[in-house]
């Protein structure tokens, strides 16, 4: 019995490992007017890892999401009945602030009553608790919760990445599109632009099949990655096509870099099933001031066909 219960074992001790270790990285603010019942849960979540803040009214809390705290608050435990401010009204102000992808919130109310809790979860709760409850409900509602987060930041995460190069893809593209242009803008940086695309890449994969094609993709992408900033941003399109953005470049930092990125792809050592292969990209750069995203990369991508005009394997601004 003991051997045939030993992986289910193993695997539910990694489960805790896993989670106290994470939670290290999570902010619980406990909201209760009573000292003695925030001291119980704090002690409890501590044992559990989490960074543990706390509040006596609904104002304090409000103030405490508001603040920069060490650990990023991403979830609150919210007792019902507060002087002041009730939970209620606190869960519909915190809901109004933040999404459930962000912040976590689980009311606590102290009387068995049905409809309270329905009132809480309609407030914009997750989840409930009615004391008294046992350590077990505790723990068990709080790591649901925060593993729902987790799962709902890895899905966010992944639709916004392109699963075969790892690169950020177009939807992450259009998401921050708005918000760099403002800044470049704001700060009154050039905004720079570059678009990258292989040179006839039909006949690699008509040379290779497909899965040969995809592994050049990747080395590409591996390729352009170590070559851009941590800084800028860099997504593949689509296709053998890449996107690269990046703030405060002159014209000729921008060239430069393309230049950098041709000659990286021209001379990247690539076998594919025992075969030498050799692959080039043109590179269309555009350098706007006070421009949005879009004027850039449209200017880059004509650039870039000029480049594929002029004979390929080249820059072109
Ligand atoms: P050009 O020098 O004019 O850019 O020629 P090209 O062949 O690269 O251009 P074209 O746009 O005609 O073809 C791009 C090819 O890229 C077509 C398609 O087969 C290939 N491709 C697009 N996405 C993928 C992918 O995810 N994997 C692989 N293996 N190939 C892809
Ligand atoms: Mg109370
Ligand atoms: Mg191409
Ligand atoms: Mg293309």
């Known amino acids: 019995y003991v051997l045939k219960d030993a992986p289910d074992a193993i695997d539910s001790v990694l489960r805790t490992l896993h989670r106290i270790h994470r939670n290290h990285d999570i902010g619980v603010l406990v909201v209760d007017d ?18 543990c803040y706390e509040a006596g009214d609904g104002e304090q809390a409000l103030q405490q999401i508001d603040a920069e705290t060490d650990t990023p608050i991403r979830l609150v435990l919210c007792d019902q009945n507060m002087p002041g401010m009730d939970g209620i009204t606190l869960i519909r102000e915190l809901r109004r602030r933040h999404t459930t992808q962000r912040l976590g919130i689980i009311g606590v109310s102290s009387h068995g009553s049905g409809l309270l809790s329905a009132r809480l979860l309609k407030a914009g709760a997750d989840d409930f608790l009615t004391r008294p409850f046992l350590e077990e409900e505790l723990s068990v509602r709080v790591n649901q919760n925060v593993d729902l987060m987790e799962l709902l930041r890895e899905a966010r995460e992944g639709a916004r990445r392109d699963p075969l190069t790892g690169l950020h893809n177009r939807l992450y593209l259009d998401e921050i599109a708005e918000q760099l242009g403002e800044t470049a803008r704001r700060t009154q940086q050039p905004l720079g632009a570059l678009v990258v695309d292989l040179d006839h890449f039909k006949s690699i994969n008509d040379r290779l099949g497909h ?15 170590d070559t ?9 399109s689509g296709g053998e096509e890449f ?14 870099l393309g230049e950098r990125i ?3 792809i021209e001379t990247l050592e690539l076998v594919y099933e025992g075969e030498t292969i050799t692959t080039s990209a043109s590179v269309g750069v555009a350098v706007l001031e006070g421009g949005s995203v879009e004027e850039a990369l449209k200017a880059a991508d004509l650039a870039m066909y000029e480049a594929k005009r002029q ?4 820059v072109a601004v």
């Open 34 to 51: 009573s000292r003695s019942a925030r001291a119980y849960l704090v002690h409890l979540l501590g044992r559990w890892g989490f960074c």
């Open 211 to 225: 899965f040969g094609g995809d592994t050049v993709l990747k080395r590409v992408a591996d390729q352009l990655r």
């Open 228 to 236: 851009v900033r941590r800084a800028d941003v860099l997504v593949r």
């Open 243 to 256: 996107y690269i953005l990046t703030l405060g470049i002159d014209t000729a930092g921008a060239r430069t």
């Open 262 to 264: 041709r000659n990286g």
């Open 311 to 314: 004979g390929r394997n080249r």
